[in-house]
Structures are given as C-alpha cells and as structure tokens.
C-alpha cells in the first residue's frame, strides 16, 4: 500500500502544482503593479488591489489621488487594512425563499422525528431513532404562503429513506414517504463511521502504517485524520466484488484521507458497507 502512496502522491502533487501555476497566473492579470514591496507574491496583493481602486475611481480609499497613493507607497506606508462588515443577524424565522434559520432546522427536525415509528428505526451507529441526512426549504403551494421544510433520513434497520415534508407555521407534518435503492449524499456523520470502521477492521492495518510513515507518530483516533467521501454507487464501477453487490440496496461509502495539514493516505480502495458494518477491498 505504501508504494501505491507514494505513487498516489505523486500525482496529487502534480495536480497541486498545476493548480497554483493557474492561480498565480490569474493573479498576474487580475493585480497590476507589483505583488508587494518585497517582490513576493502573496505578501503585497493588497497593495496592488488597493492601488487599483484608486485608479479606477480617481481616488484611493480616503480620497487621496492616485499621485498621492503611488507617493505613499514609494514613502513606504502601507494602505489601511480592509473590514468585513458583520452579517445581519438572522431572525428566527425566514420569509419567502429565505434559507431555512438555524431555528427552522431544528424546529423541522424535531416535527420529523415526532411520529412514534421514529423510535424503532436505527441510525448508522446501530442507536435509536434514524440517521439525519439533510433538511431543505420545500418547494411552497400555489397560494400558500406557509414555509415548509423537507428533512431526509435513513432508517438502517430497514434500509429505508425517509422524506418528512413539514410545515413550519402549523407544526404538522403533511407528508410522509419512504424509499429503497434510493441513496442520497453521505452525512459527514457516516463517513466517520466509515472511518471508525475502516481503522477498526484488518484493511485498516495499512492506513495505520502509511499514516506512521508519513508522521513518525502512531494513529490511534479518526481525529489525527482530515476525510471526505461520499456514496459507493456500483454503476459507476467496472469491477465490482461479490461482497459489495447489495451496496445501492444497502448504504456503501468510499472515503479520501489525509493527514491534518499533511499527506494524502489512499483509502479509495476500501469501500465501506454502513448497513452490513463491512470493510471490503477494490481494484
């Protein structure tokens, strides 16, 4: 696995270094004048952004002339630093098309867990009550004004998703469905489940050494880990092994790895299988 690493970084690193090559070119044409005082590019953007606005509006930020800036640059002064204005604080409820407010979220999610059945589903760590997956703004009614949330969840007993159509203004769910072979993103909580998983099964021996490798240090937390993933959708794959034929019927993820502000660990070739709690090889 190492040597496949190694060879994996190779071409992360390829990408990483195309990627910068188009971005210090884009920020050659978007700054004019230099990059700083110093010559160094990064150090010195706002000087050159700053200079910009003077010559665009006929004056700098305080209204001095563009003369007047290019004086105190030469004079070695810098430009006052930039403030972000603060967001408007968010009200407890949105109007219209407004995003759901963090208080909508959980108003929706509490109405779509109401419903006694809810207690005997399973979330994709074996406890009671099924797995959030993700609530949106629901399309409204001709006519209707009320603000309605749509909140999925995935039953792991039965392998279910769940839509929950609620209404925000009456406190009632109005509609109810499920699906099977029907599978949505994953929740960042099922890839570290995925995770656990992963460093908790034989196939996990290899990442703990590629990760001692890489740190001198031993791996002994998903912690130490940066991850992302998301759904295994076997369509998509020319091989598929027998021990992952059910994934689309069940909840089968494949993870990216890396350690915190450090190299990439390849984990691309260990599907997980959250319904059946199974790590399985690929390629």
């Known amino acids: 696995m190492y040597e496949i690493v190694r060879r994996h970084l190779g071409k992360v690193v390829a990408g990483a270094a195309m990627a910068v090559t188009g971005t210090a070119v884009a920020v050659a044409i978007s700054l004019p004048g230099q990059?700083?005082?110093?010559?160094a590019a990064g150090t010195?953007?706002?000087t050159g952004i700053a200079g910009a606005a003077g010559t665009r509006t006929g004056g700098g930020p305080d209204g001095a002339s563009p003369q007047g800036e290019a004086d105190a640059?030469?004079?070695g002064s810098a430009p006052q630093p930039a403030t972000v204005a603060p967001p408007p604080a968010e009200g407890a409820k949105g109007v219209g098309s407004d995003p759901l407010t963090d208080d909508e979220l959980a108003r929706a999610e509490a109405l779509a867990?109401?419903?006694p059945a809810a207690s005997a589903q399973h979330d994709v760590t074996g406890g009671r009550g099924p797995q959030r997956l993700g609530t949106r703004l629901a399309d409204p009614l001709p006519g209707d004004a009320s603000r309605r949330a749509e909140v999925r969840l995935y039953d792991y007993g039965r392998d279910e998703l769940i839509t929950e159509t609620v209404n925000l203004d009456t406190g009632k769910v109005e509609k109810s469905g499920t699906q099977r072979g029907v599978q949505p993103s994953a929740h960042p909580d099922e890839l570290r489940e995925a995770l656990e998983l992963i460093l908790a099964s034989p196939l996990g021996k290899g990442v703990k050494e590629d990760y001692e490798d890489a740190t001198g240090k031993e791996l002994t937390s998903s912690r130490q880990l940066w991850f992302n993933g998301d759904v295994y959708r076997t369509y998509r794959e020319r091989n598929v092994p027998a021990?992952?034929?059910r994934c689309g019927e069940h909840r089968c993820v494949r993870l990216v790895t890396k350690v915190l502000?450090?190299?990439w660990i390849d984990t691309r070739n260990l599907i997980v299988d959250l319904s059946a709690r199974t790590v399985t090889r690929v390629g």
């Not at 990059?35 to 010559?39: K, L, P, R, T, V």
């Open 35 to 39: 990059a700083g005082a110093n010559g």
């Open 44 to 46: 010195g953007g706002a």
């Open 73 to 75: 640059r030469a004079a």
């Open 113 to 115: 867990l109401t419903p």
């Open 243 to 245: 021990q992952l034929a």
């Open 261 to 263: 502000n450090g190299a």
